[in-house]
């Protein structure tokens, strides 16, 4: 009896042993070949960041040649293409058109979405039905509209549109998926939280910025981040609404550089890592935040 019962519990340590090996090797296996996928992926992804950066530091005759290494950096590239470009001027103009575009659009944004979250008004789902819908519009249909109503309000209004700071920053301040994002986190903070604000005495104004805004700075961040990138690569609207190259953005400058010398390659990828350099180092510092936000986003409705 007793040579039965060691028996069967050696028996059942055995087949534990085989499962939890066969449950380790599996997870492994599972997590090597992830790992596998992941790299291959980012490494895709990098490689045309990296051939645009190995371009820009190689002679005019290796940069349009089959070669992916440099045989000698050449870092003057670098200078050519900021004077050739004009970026000293146009990156003052980027550097405003950025600031404006962003700080409206966040004072937009933050109070649209409060409302949407927090006040009962008549037909306030009906309002934001329709402004979710506005997001299936192709950016390119509304463009004509757009460059008439500005073109509009530069006539009739105290100072011109046209070639100037509104245009270029004005129609992107009212941004459906900023107000979105923050009306969903709004709407997720507890509703004990607003009870206690009502009864300090708390307003709208005082709850928002002492209550909510605190407590949403990952979608804020998201925001910055996203409509920074927008209004610093923004090319095809500050063509249509500038004239002269007052109020011209860095992008425009660089797409300008690209048609005065599109044989030359290595100046090209040049000019290209100076522009996206502000948005690279605006990413790392706020990495964190966007992907908190991000994950946030994707838990609750």
Known sequence: ???????SASMTIMEETKASASKWAYGTGWRTFSYIVLVFGAFISLLPFMWMILRS?????????????????HLENFSRA?????????????VLITVITLGGELVASVLAAYAFARLKFPGRNIVFGVLLSSMMIPGMVTMIPNLLTVT?????????????????????????FSIFLLRQFFAQIPEELFDAAKIDGAGHIRTLLTLVLPLSKAPVMVIIVLSF?????????????????????????LYEFVQDA?????MVMAGSVITIIPILILYFLTQKQFTESIARSGLKG
């Open 1 to 7: 009896m007793v040579d039965t019962t060691a028996e």
């Open 57 to 73: 530091v190689m002679s005019l005759g290796e940069s349009i040649g089959s070669g992916f290494w440099p045989s000698e950096i």
């Open 82 to 94: 900021w004077e050739d470009a004009h970026f000293s001027e146009y990156l003052v103009n980027t």
């Open 152 to 176: 509009w309000l530069g006539r009739v209004g105290p100072i011109a549109w046209i070639d100037n700071w509104p245009a270029l920053t004005i129609p992107f301040m009212g941004s459906v």
């Open 229 to 253: 990138i927008g209004a610093w690569n923004a090319l095809a609207w500050p063509l249509l609404v500038t004239n002269s190259t007052d109020w011209l953005p860095v992008s425009v400058g």
């Open 262 to 266: 599109g044989s030359e390659l290595n």
